[in-house]
């Protein structure tokens, strides 16, 4: 009895600290980590102010926690999608699977949604001291330059790494701009039929080749 009890309470404590979690991850998507509060956090996820000190510390380690969580789960959709892709891929193949993400969260709305657009402000402005995913960022630029060095003869890892990080800064703005939020109301379909083209213009540049 004493186990099952035991038990009980980890599991309550764990839906408690992954409601703050997902409370914190939807606001800091509306707003940014600057525009949150302790409180439209606990509200939000029908929790009380001291649960944030028991499973966090703090509220900064929460939004902390909330942003990392967004971050590794993008990067790891991302490696998966590129790594999935074969040496002979076309440059239109790289695109779909490099904006896969975003249009799979476009699409979905939610929660999906909400860890988009969490990546794209901290895109925007980088948090400090969160090198402990530098290996997963670097791992993302290696999985693209593999398969746009093939498609790009001519052009030098340094530009392709460039254009991949021109990519990325197009979706992330997508993500929070009007745009974004007009492309949420298509289908699945007619979202990467109006993206795909444009992220294979980035990493095109002006060199030409067949799609």
Not at 15 to 44: F, K, N, P, S
Not at 102 to 128: E, F, K, S
Request: a neutral charge; hydrophobic letters at 45%.
């Amino acid at each position: 009895m004493r186990v099952e009890k035991a038990d009980l309470r980890r599991e309550a404590g764990q839906r408690t600290r992954d409601g703050l979690q997902t409370a914190a991850l939807e606001l800091i998507a509306q707003r940014g980590q600057e525009g949150v509060t302790l409180r439209e956090i606990t509200d939000r996820a029908g929790a009380n102010v001291a649960a944030v000190s028991y499973h966090f510390g703090s509220l900064k380690k929460l939004c902390d926690a909330a942003i990392e969580h967004a971050l590794e789960r993008y990067l790891d959709d991302k490696i998966r999608e590129l790594d999935s892709l074969s040496p002979t891929a076309t440059l239109h193949d790289v695109a779909v699977a490099f904006a896969r993400p975003m249009m799979r969260a476009l699409a979905a709305g939610g929660q999906d949604l909400a860890v988009m657009r969490t990546v794209a402000r901290v895109g925007i402005d980088p948090p400090q001291g969160w090198d402990r995913l530098d290996d997963k960022f670097d791992r993302s630029r290696r999985g693209a330059v593999r398969v746009l060095a093939p498609n790009l003869p001519g052009v030098d890892e340094e530009e392709l790494i460039f254009r991949t990080r021109c990519a990325a800064g197009l979706l992330n703005w997508l993500a929070l701009a009007p745009i974004g939020t007009e492309l949420a109301t298509l289908s699945a379909e007619q979202i990467e039929r109006q993206l795909v083209p444009v992220v294979a213009g980035a990493f095109r540049g002006d060199t030409p080749t067949d799609r």
